[in-house]
């Protein structure tokens, strides 16, 4: 994904944060609604969403899973 200046972004975060509010299974559907009034905002939000998934499935800001340690046996 390129770089984004912060026009593009002021234009696709309100997007992305809507589509993140959603439960998982609803976000694909809300991007196909947008792909059909803003096709560029709905390919930028897909690609912020598939970076997403993949840095979760990651565990990247997991503390846990980066410094190895399970918070809920600590206690």
Do not use: I, K
């Not at 439960?23 to 598939?50: F, I, S, T, Y």
């Amino acid at each position: 994904m390129s770089a984004m200046d912060s026009r593009r972004w002021l234009r696709v975060s309100g997007h992305l944060d809507r589509v993140l509010d959603l439960p998982h299974q609803a976000r694909d559907a809300c991007v196909a609604a947008l792909r059909q009034e803003d096709p560029e905002a709905a390919a930028e939000v897909a690609a912020l969403l598939e970076e997403h998934r993949r840095l979760t499935a990651e565990g990247f800001l997991d503390a846990r899973r980066r410094y190895g340690e399970d918070r809920s046996s600590a206690r």
